[in-house]
């Protein structure tokens, strides 16, 4: 008789015990009640009614950030605190009854609080700048969903979405927050001293938004209720402003197109330049032959903001693969660039037009006009192949403006794009 092979069998026997173990224990969070306190923002709050005040008659939805703070006392309860919420980008679907987002921009905004809360923790631990309970990781808390009428609870299309995603063992999420908002209701007459699981929010038509909070583990596999607190903006922790590389990608496509174009090679990455966040969103460039790199720091706020320009010699050793451990070396030699005689930053020049400035001023090349690549509709040309959309064109710079005026939007960018952060 063929006996099962036993380290098969204890594992699969682990499997079901850990099953029936996390089951029991789902019981009795149900039967205890036992779920987390929530405290919002009044950010948060806010940011909830402008979205859905902007989509009355659509569903809407945005993702939600904060911590979890654990509570270590033998009955304490964790408290999850939600300080922002991050708006979809423009191909987010809404309609009366269906909402569907979940774009790379909100991953690459969450992307970029976490990479800033994790270089300020950093800095900051210890001191007044970080209370203790908040020295814990940014994350991604779950997503508000706004539905038609009077629906106040997670659809089951809700629930299969939020068990899919707990289920995945790559979300690397054990809870989520579902928070169902509705509009159009009458203002509460008087007080009530009963615990409820929703806020209510006054809208500029007389009405409130309301918003009830439902709590599901991956443990429990139901949605529970939660009782939400809303405290002031000041009693949290503030989060960054979101960079220019995020909300414009277009101009981070532009940019690094026109380098290249120019016979750059280009690496970008994040770092931390000044000592504080937010981080600064970096290039450093080389031409094939050359000596020297140039260097490039900007703000969150570029082209608003000028950008610093630095030169570093080419030492052995290099790795332009790996782009932090480069820009670190290289962020260690640095020298500072003066702008060039006549030369002065302005929103509407690019980080190109600056190079060719900073090579005539040495000597390297002659005065010459500047193009920037620009995205031509594939209707305006004739491919032989049909691998591309759209085709990258240089252009003058008069032109190139007028295109990016009317043209449409290309957001994907392909880049080596890597984070300095940890660096000193």
């Known amino acids: 008789m063929r006996r099962m092979d036993e380290p098969e069998f204890l594992q699969l026997a682990q499997m079901e015990f850990d099953h029936i173990r996390k089951r029991l224990r789902g019981m009795a969070m149900i039967s205890r009640g036992i779920v987390p306190n929530v405290v919002l923002s009044r950010r948060a ?31 304490g309860l964790p408290t999850i605190y939600v300080l922002d919420t991050i708006s979809p980008d ?10 569907q987002q ?23 631990r210890g001191t007044d700048a970080l209370p203790d309970r908040f020295d814990v990781p940014l994350r991604y808390l779950g997503d508000w969903h706004k539905q ?15 068990l899919s995603w707990l289920d995945d063992e790559e979300s690397g999420m054990d809870f989520l927050l579902v928070p169902i908002v ?40 139901v949605f529970q209720p939660v009782h939400p607190k809303v405290v002031a903006d000041e009693q949290l922790p503030q989060m960054m402003k979101y960079s220019w590389h ?64 630095y030169t570093a010699p080419f030492v052995d050793g290099l790795d332009l693969m790996d782009p932090v ?23 509407d020049k690019y980080l190109c037009e600056f190079v060719i400035a ?31 959309a759209a085709a990258v064109a240089s252009v003058s710079k008069a032109e190139a403006m007028t295109k990016a005026a009317g043209g449409s939007a290309h957001s994907e960018v392909t880049a080596d794009e890597k984070t300095g952060a940890e660096a000193p």
């Open 182 to 221: 509705t509009v159009g209701h009458l203002p509460n007459i008087g007080e009530t001293d009963l615990t409820v699981n929703y806020i209510n929010v006054p809208m500029d038509n007389g009405r409130v938004m309301r918003v009830d909070w439902w709590y599901v583990h991956r443990d429990v596999r």
């Open 102 to 124: 979940g774009d790379a921009q909100q991953d690459e905004i969450i992307w970029w609080l976490q990479e800033n809360w994790h270089f300020h923790r950093e800095r900051h």
């Open 148 to 162: 038609p009428g009077s629906m106040i609870q997670p659809s089951h299309g809700d629930h299969m979405t939020a």
């Open 90 to 99: 423009e191909t987010a679907v809404r309609r009366s009854h269906t909402f």
């Open 325 to 347: 451990e480069t820009f670190h070396k290289l962020w260690a030699a640095r020298e500072p660039i003066a702008d060039p005689l006549g030369w002065s930053w302005s929103a």
């Open 358 to 388: 900073i090579e005539v001023e040495m000597g390297l090349r002659a005065p010459s006009s500047f193009s920037i690549p620009v995205l031509i509709e594939e209707d305006d040309l004739s491919l032989n192949d049909g691998r591309d």
């Open 45 to 75: 709050v806010e940011r909830m009614l402008s979205a859905a005040d902007q989509f009355l008659a659509d569903e809407t939805g945005e993702a939600m950030v904060g911590f979890v703070v654990e509570d270590d006392t033998p009955e």
């Open 246 to 309: 995020v909300v414009n990608p277009d101009r981070l496509y532009t940019e690094t197109a026109a380098l290249e174009n120019d016979g750059h090679l280009v690496r970008r990455l994040l770092y931390e330049c000044d000592g504080e966040v937010p981080l600064e969103y970096c290039f450093f460039t080389i031409r094939q032959g050359s000596s020297f790199f140039l260097l490039f720091a900007t703000q969150y706020d570029y082209p608003e903001s000028a950008p610093q320009a």
